[in-house]
C-alpha cells in the first residue's frame, strides 16, 4: 500500500520554484493593480479525498493562499484569488484529501492568464495520471 504524502508548505514553496524554473520572477509594486483568478477545484476520483487547500503562484509575485468553499459536493470547491494584473502565467498546488494543515494529496498546475487586468476564470480538476497534475 502506497503511504499518503503529508504537505507542508517548504515542500510546496520548493515545489513551485521547481514548476517555474526558468521564469523570471518580478515583484509586482504595492501600487500595481490587480485581477481575480477564480473558478471550480475538483479533486478527480482517484484523488484522495475532498479539496482542502490551494496555493496560487503568478510569475509577477502575489503569491499565496486561495479563498475557497466547498460546495454540496465535496469534491468540488469554488476559489478566487486576487494576482497582479501584470501576471501572464499562474501555477497552483491543490490539496486533496487530509485536512488544511496536512493534505493527503498535492496535485500541480499551471496555465497562462491574460494580463492588463479585469477577471480570469480557471476550472481545475485534479487527478493522477502517471502524475498527480490539475488541468
Not at 8 to 35: E, W
Amino acid at each position: 500500500m502506497r503511504r499518503a504524502k503529508t504537505w507542508r508548505p517548504a515542500t510546496a514553496a520548493a515545489a513551485m520554484l521547481l514548476a517555474t524554473a526558468g521564469t523570471v520572477a518580478v515583484t509586482a509594486s504595492p501600487a500595481a493593480a490587480a485581477t481575480t483568478i477564480s473558478g471550480r477545484i475538483t479533486c478527480g476520483a482517484n484523488s484522495q479525498g475532498r479539496v482542502v487547500g490551494m496555493w496560487v503562484s503568478t510569475n509577477a509575485g502575489g503569491n499565496g493562499w486561495a479563498s475557497w468553499s466547498a460546495t454540496s459536493d465535496p469534491m468540488i470547491a469554488n476559489y478566487s484569488k486576487a494576482i497582479p494584473s501584470n501576471a501572464t502565467s499562474v501555477s497552483v498546488a491543490v490539496g486533496c484529501g487530509g485536512s488544511p494543515s496536512s493534505w493527503a494529496r498535492t496535485y500541480y498546475g499551471s496555465t497562462r492568464v491574460s494580463s492588463g487586468g479585469g477577471a480570469a476564470y480557471k476550472d481545475w480538476i485534479c487527478y493522477t495520471y502517471g502524475a498527480d497534475v490539475c488541468v
